[in-house]
Each structure stands twice: as C-alpha cells, then as structure tokens.
C-alpha cells in the first residue's frame, strides 16, 4: 500500500501544480522580459528564464495545468464513450456486438498519432482539436475491456436471479455491469495518463498541439533544444517532468492491475520444504506397507494441517474424508510436493522406504508420475484443451520412460485407455478434451496416471462433478484396478457414502487435524468420534419417510488446527465437558478393533 | 398450483432439450425432479420459471400462462415464483452485502421505506438461520452454507409461493447439505411454500419430496409418490439409478 502510494507521487504533483498553477507560480508565464533572457537558476527565479525572459517555474507549472486539462477531457470523454459502449456490446451480444466489436477493433488498430496528426492536418492546431484527436483513438481500449468484463458476466447466474426477482435492463446494466466494468477501465486509464501527456508533448513538439505563447511542456523542449549546450535549464526540467509522469503512471498501472496475485519470482526461489534426515527404518511388520506419513504439518505459514499420521498398504483403498477447508486434500497432496510453493511442509512421508520429503525437483520426477500417479477433481481443468487426449497420455508414457517411437508410444496410450474402459481408445486419442463427458475425462485422467505403472494412485475428489450413475461406474473402476493390479489408492471425499464403496479404511479429519481413523466398517457402525457420528448422521438414508429431518451439528465448521488449545470439535459437539475447550486429545487405539483410533477425551461415549 | 402441460423446450432452433414434459405441483408440496447433468433439469426449470421460452405446452400457475404474461403483469407474477441456483457464490453479487443483496428485490418492488424494509432482511436472515451480523459481509466471506441461505432468503424476499430449486446443495458439504435440506423442509412446514427441488442425487431427494419424477433424456420416465417410485421402481432407468445412488453400507 504505501509503495502504491510512493509510485503514484510524481503524479499527485502533477495534479496539484495542474490545479494551483496559478497560485503557485511566482509570475505569469506569458510575461516577456527579454533584459532578463536566459538567466541561470538563481533566487528570483528558481529554474532560471528562457531566451524571452520568461520564468521557467511559472511555465513548467503552466505546463502541467494545460497537460493535466487535455488528459482530464480527453480520458473524460474515452471513459464515457468507450465503457458505455463497451458495456452495451457486451450486454446486447449477437449481432450488436459484433458490429461494435469491428469497429472498436479497426479503433484499436488505427495508429495513434497519425490518426491525431490527420485531424489536426484538416482542423488546424488548437486545445479542443487536440483532445478531440486524442480521443479518437483512445476510447476503443476502453470499450475493448469493458466488453469483455460485461460478456463474461452475461451469462452468469446472478443475473438470471435479477431477472427473475424483476429486475429491469437498466437496473441490471446500471447497478450491476457498469461497475464492474469499470474497475478494470479505471486501472487502464492510470496507464494512459502517461501515453496522453506524452502524446500532448510529442504534438507540441512537432508544432501541432499548443501553439505559443501558452507554455507546455513539449513544446518547451523544442523551444530549449537549440540551447541545449548553452542553457541546459530550459529543456531538461520539462523533459524530466515528461519522464516523471508517464513513468509513474505506468508504474501506478502495473500495480493496480497486478494487485497482490503477481508471482513473485522471489517463492520460486526460496527453499520451501526443510530438509528432514530419513530416520525411518522399515521394519518387517510393516512390509506392506506402500506409503507411510508421519506427523505431516503444513503451514503457509499458520498451520492448515496439523501432526497427521496416516499409512496406505498394499492393495487397499484409504479413505479420507471430512468438510471442505480440513486439510485433506493438503494432507495427500504434501509428501508429493504438490502444493503451493509458499507451503511449508514438515514430517516424514516414506514411499516404500524413501523418503518423500524435502526431495529435489529432479528426485521428484522420478516418484511422481512414476511411483504415484494422481488424479483431481476437475478433469477440464487438468486437462489442455488445444492437446488430443492421445498427445496427453502420449507424454506421460514418455515421461515415465515406457515411451518409445512414435507408434509404441501410442500402442500404450491406446492400451492405457482401454484399461480405464474407454471403448475405441484408437479415436478416441484423436478427440480434444472437450468433445469427452466428465465421466470419460475422469477416465482418461485415471489413464494418465496409470502410464507410470504407480504403486499408488491419489484420487482428489474423483467424483464429485459426476453423475450418480457416472461415479459409480467410476468407483467400480477404481475397484476393479485396486483388485486387478494390486495397486493402493488414497481417496479424498468429503461425502462419506461415496468412499463406503470402495474403501478399505477411513480417516476423519477435522480442523486440519485427523479425529479418527481404522477399518471402514469399524468406523461406520461404531464411530468413537462424535464429529464421525454427526458426518453419518447427515448422509441421506434410503428408507427415510419424505420429510424426515436430518440430525445435523450446530455451529461452523473449525477453522485451523491451531485455533483452540483445546479440541477443535468443542464447541460444536453434543457431549463436550469443560476439559475438553483446554486439553488436546490425542488419538487412542479403541478396543473395537486394533487399528481403529479415535481422538476423544470422552472415550467415545 | 403450478401446471407444466406438454412442454418442449430447447436451445434456439436445435433439438429439444425437453420433450414433451408434463408435471404438477400443488401447493405446500415438495415435489423432486432426478436425473443425471445434461437431462435437461436445468432447462425445465428456466422455462418454468420464465427465464427461457418453451417451443410448445404451456406453464400455468393459478391457472395463468406464464409465458403470455408482458409487462406490468409478468413483473407481478415474477413474485410468485423465485429460483435458488447451484452455486450460491455465482448468483450473489460479490460487490453487495449481504443486507443490501436482501433489499434489492425490495428496491425493485418499491416495497416499503427504508426502515420497513430494513425489519423484512433481519426477518429473513432469521427465517433462513442467519445472525443479523452477517448482513455486514460479503459473499466471499461466507461459507458455502451460509451464501446459499443468503440466495434463499433473497428468493423469499417477496413472499413467493414456488421456490424451484436447481441442484441447491449439490456445491455443499454433507454436513452443510443436510441443514440447507432441513431449512426447506421448515419453509415448507412454516410458509406453506411450495417447492420443485432438482437434483441428480436421489439419496438427497427420496428424503425431502412428497412425490419424485424421474427425467432421461428430456422426458419424465416414472413419475409418483416418492416411496413408490424409490421402492418399486417401474422403469429401467429408475432401478439403475437407484442402484448407483451411494448409500453407507451399516452392519456389513
């Protein structure tokens, strides 16, 4: 914010001596004293005087007010024109916006200066001709982006809901396109000040914008030009003014539009992951175990996931569920370092018996893709639309080194395919990712991440932009590769019925933090958590009399796992004690079974 | 109350999305519309609610064709019958608060002055569940719960007698889900509204309609009382449907 403000300075001087000229400057700028010429800077006049004895201050100041008026008119009059028009293209559409579209396209292709030129060649030099040349070609930008806000807003639902709440056009477009529209415009015009006032200068320059005795800036230059050796005072103060404003406005523009989303190169560079020494040694008990986390905390830097500890084995789907901001899907994502760069993950995740954590990039490439495959939730987003669906499976075959020339390659791509059950892989490789359905996506997905042959396969929420009838041909697949390949999956879900069909064993998360874990059938009907039991509760039962209310859990979902010092569920559980806002609890082995954990301080009354 | 009689609707001048679709809902009745995207739900409930004209058949509500209404008398019936969209996030304003989304329909309505005005949004934050506080936020510092009881509560604004529902909960969380199906169900019970609730999730439907009809392919395949249809299931599609549908496998 204060750099924002620093940036923009130049300009705010530029508008204060613009508006105060008059006050501000020690004497009239016209006022000719040729015994006075050409005097150095001195007290009576700070910036010295030209070869007419004029006082350099009092026409720098001038000249920004002369300056400031044009860019003033003429972004006045590009603003209205340009976002009006824009904004009623981008409204109407068909065949109204494609006309206006042309035109504000032949707008924008049209060189600036020598449209401004032919203008003022026809209706001779002048303040108002200049500004009406400089706005000829300046609107159209402006209509340009407001078009594009408003089209991408057309279709949006919160209009429908206007519409049908009765919402007339001019309410519609007035209170709610124009503003938006306007933002980015806004942003666009800080940027212009700076090609304006250049542009007013370069005219001056050339003997076509202000003509004398009024000072501007441009034309202060060419007047200063022939004493540039003898004289430096006159040409250099309008000449630094001219830099200070088109810079700080270009400046002032790039940091309004970037905001605070710019990437900085700064995270690419900076060590996210600490390095953590592998001191876990695989024992036999656990030979089958695939991948192993222990105490994973992430943190950007508060913690969104805290100490959790969860293992996959061989052939067997674990599932983790929980609400949307838990940390579940941060909690499968980490130990692959598929996460933002500015997380920082702590803990040990072994793969097999490597370590995963704090891997380099290139160490990465070899685990992920080969070892690990995975699958998210919006296979469109995954997905490039300009590549074939071959090109996409094509390059993970080759990056998992099965590739071969460019025929073999393909005869595993099409192979791939028809073991996610896509009929036809042969055409099917040829089509682009947009001509698949969601459930054909979330296949070919699946393919892709196959090619490396992995031990496991994370799946992010694979169903969840499915049809019913589509994620339970999904879930199937899933079933059949698990059973098939022998392969061990992590399935994130936040919708516990879904992952009862396919998974083996469970963990709850909440608030960041793992509530419960075990066998999926132990979980199910005799959940030690009351969170697990208020998940079971709000699932849809098949025999319910329409009507029935669901038993929900009061209050919000827990924000991070560092909020409370106490349990995170707390305030939002049926049978909380006092102890149970001020100590931790940890998760205890239950006796229903050996692996079946629960982090309840009550027990799991 | 609502009478949908041979409807035929689609995109301009291509293939109908909608065929030949006729449906009733009676007042106070919740009545559950399944299939899966691309079904044409969605549209049926466009033309239902006017935002999209119907190639043939006729929407009647009280007896009146919606789409013959022009005017003074389409901004009238407007009020009787309100829409809540999948994605609360979408259909709110991110630029208003919550109180001003609340008071919009109001504005356009010229509804009461100010003050009057100002009691109905903290009557309706109360109605759908919400502390008068978060009349202050924006929709982006709400939860998805939250911002879907705002939509609701702007759709209740002008006292409609139909809610149509497109995939109300489908972009919530289990848990969330279940209080948002709770809240429709007190609305039906409190307000006496009326309500056509479109889903792909049949599990979330059998157990908030009093009657279910069941869509493929533009067309309503079996139609009835909702433990009918989910317990005797008569048309192919509806078994396959029932038998994908997820339900948590107790006692395994």
Request: hydrophobic share 45%; glycine share 10%; net charge positive.
């Amino acid at each position: 914010m204060t750099r924002t403000v620093l940036v923009a300075l130049p300009l705010v001087v530029f508008a204060i001596a613009g508006l105060l000229a008059p006050v501000l400057a020690p004497v009239d700028p016209t006022a000719v004293d040729l015994a006075a010429s050409l005097l150095p800077p001195s007290a009576d006049h700070p910036l010295g005087t030209d070869q007419l004895g004029r006082d350099q201050l009092s026409r720098i100041l001038y000249g920004a007010q002369i300056s400031l008026a044009v860019t003033a008119a003429v972004l006045t009059i590009s603003l209205t024109v340009g976002v009006i028009t824009g904004t009623i293209a981008g409204y109407l559409g068909g065949r109204a916006d494609r006309v206006i579209s042309r035109v504000v396209d032949m707008a924008v292709s049209l060189p600036g200066m020598l449209v401004a030129l032919a203008v003022i060649g026809v209706r001779g030099p002048g303040v108002v001709n200049l500004i009406i040349a400089m706005s000829l070609w300046a609107w159209a930008p402006y209509a340009r982006i407001a078009r594009a806000r408003v089209a991408g807003l057309r279709g949006s639902p919160h209009l429908d809901a206007l519409r049908l709440l009765g919402a007339s056009p001019a309410r519609v477009i007035g209170r709610h396109l124009l503003p938006p529209a306007l933002a980015p415009c806004l942003v666009y015009a800080s940027t212009d000040v700076g090609s304006i006032v250049l542009g007013v200068a370069t005219l001056s320059f050339l003997g076509l914008g202000i003509p004398p005795p009024y000072a501007e800036w441009g034309q202060m230059l060419i007047e200063g030009r022939p004493y540039l050796a003898s004289a430096w005072w006159l040409a250099y103060p309008p000449g630094i003014a001219i830099t200070a404003v088109v810079f700080a406005s270009n400046l002032l523009g790039e940091r309004l539009a970037g905001d605070d989303e710019r990437p900085s190169i700064l995270r690419w560079v900076r060590p996210t992951a600490r390095r953590r020494l592998a001191d876990h040694v695989p024992t036999a008990a656990e030979g089958d175990v695939v991948l192993s986390v222990q105490d994973l905390s992430v943190g950007y830097p508060q913690r969104v996931v805290a100490e959790v500890s969860y293992e996959v084995r061989r052939g067997q789907v674990l599932a983790i569920v929980g609400e949307s901001g838990s940390g579940k899907t941060t909690s499968v994502l980490a130990p692959f370092g598929l996460l933002d760069p500015s997380a920082v993950a702590t803990g040990s995740a072994t793969l097999g018996s490597g370590e995963l954590m704090g891997l380099t990039p290139h160490e990465r490439r070899l685990v992920n893709g080969r070892r690990v495959g995975v699958v998210f939730q919006d296979s469109l987003a995954v997905l490039n639309p300009l590549r074939t669906i071959g090109a996409h499976v094509d390059e993970a075959v080759r990056n998992a080194g099965r590739g071969g020339r460019r025929a073999a390659t393909r005869r595993v791509t099409e192979e791939l395919l028809r073991l996610v059950g896509l009929p036809d892989p042969a055409a099917l490789a040829r089509q682009f990712p947009h001509q698949l359905s969601g459930g054909m996506r979330q296949r070919v997905q699946i393919a892709i991440a196959l090619a490396g042959e992995p031990e496991l396969l994370v799946a992010d929420e694979p169903t969840s932009a499915l049809d019913v009838t589509v994620q339970a041909q999904l879930l199937d697949l899933l079933g059949r590769l698990r059973d098939e390949l022998s392969m061990s999956m992590i399935v994130v879900s936040h919708d516990l019925a879904v992952v009862s069909r396919l998974a083996d064993s469970v963990a709850v998360m909440y608030a960041g933090r793992i509530v419960e874990s075990g066998p999926l059938t132990t979980v199910i009907n005799d959940p030690g958590h009351p969170y697990t039991r208020g998940l079971l509760d709000a699932v849809p039962l098949p025999g319910a009399v329409p009507g029935t209310r669901f038993r929900t859990m009061p209050g919000r979902p827990g924000a991070g796992p560092d909020d409370s010092s106490g349990c995170a569920f707390a305030p939002r559980c049926p049978i909380a004690v006092t102890a149970c806002t001020n100590d931790r609890p940890v998760l205890k082995v239950l006796t229903s079974a050996a692996t079946h954990r629960s982090a309840c301080s009550r027990g799991g009354a | 109350m609502l009478e949908v009689e041979r409807l035929s609707a689609g995109y301009r001048n291509r293939v109908d999305v909608v065929k030949d679709v006729t449906i009733r809902v009676d007042a106070g009745e919740i009545v559950g519309v399944v299939g899966e995207s691309g079904c044409g739900k969605t549209t049926l409930a466009r033309v239902i609610t006017g935002l999209s004209r119907p190639r043939a058949g006729v929407v009647r509500f009280e007896g009146v064709d919606v789409h013959a209404l022009r005017g003074q008398a389409l901004r009238a019936h407007r009020r009787h019958i309100q829409m809540v969209f999948q994605d609360p996030y979408l259909t709110l304003s991110p630029r208003q608060t919550v109180r001003q989304a609340l008071t919009e329909p109001l504005l356009i309505h010229r509804i009461g002055d100010a003050r009057s005005r100002s009691a109905r949004v903290d009557e309706l934050l109360d109605l759908v569940g919400l502390d008068p506080e978060v009349g202050e936020r924006r929709p982006r510092q709400l939860s998805g719960g939250q911002q879907q009881r705002v939509a609701i509560a702007r759709a209740l604004a002008l006292e409609p007698r139909l809610l149509v529902c497109d995939e109300p909960v489908t972009a919530l969380d289990v848990s969330v889900q279940a209080k948002v199906l709770n809240l429709l169900c007190d609305l039906r019970d409190r307000l006496g509204l009326a309500c056509l609730f479109i889903a792909h999730d049949l599990a979330v439907v059998r157990q908030l309609a009093d009657r279910i009809a069941v869509m493929h392919d533009g067309r309503i395949v079996e139609q009835g009382p909702t433990l009918e249809v989910t317990t005797d299931p008569r048309h192919p599609y509806t078994r396959a449907l029932i038998a994908a549908t997820p339900t948590i496998p107790f006692g395994r």
